[in-house]
């Protein structure tokens, strides 16, 4: 299993920047595929960007494309999402999730840090 623990989140103007990190504790980290979702308020829970258990390859929503950028630590357990540019459209909860390399469904997710850009 995996713990997972969100942070970063917080109040930034529209073109300001934040970096989300999410740390994970249990066994064998580098096992998971890592991604990064969003809900924001009346609306369903959407795929933001993942990477791939050893970081290699990374994939992204077309709405964060170019400003948004997954990373992961293996060694560290963690991972981070770091956001440019950002827009009031991506005013949201922020839920880091796991998803084992064998698997396909999303098994473990993080408790959510909550992101606010202001125009």
């Known amino acids: 299993q995996v713990h997972l623990v969100d942070s970063g989140g917080g109040l930034v103007q529209a073109g300001g920047s934040l970096r989300l990190s999410c740390q994970a504790s249990?066994?064998?980290?580098?096992?998971?595929?890592m991604g990064w979702f969003r809900q924001a308020p009346g609306k369903e829970r959407e795929f933001v960007a993942s990477?791939?258990?050893?970081?290699?390859?990374?994939n992204y929503a077309g709405s964060v494309q170019g400003r948004f950028t997954i990373s992961r630590d293996n060694a560290k357990n963690s991972l981070s999402l770091q956001m440019n540019s950002l827009k009031p459209d991506d005013t949201a909860v922020y839920y880091c999730?796991?998803?084992?390399?064998?698997?396909?469904?999303?098994?473990?997710w993080g408790q959510g840090t909550q992101v606010t850009v202001s125009s």
């Open positions: 999730a796991a998803r084992p390399v064998l698997g396909s469904n999303w098994s473990y």
């Open positions: 249990g066994r064998m980290f580098s096992s998971y595929n």
């Open positions: 990477i791939s258990a050893s970081g290699g390859s990374t």
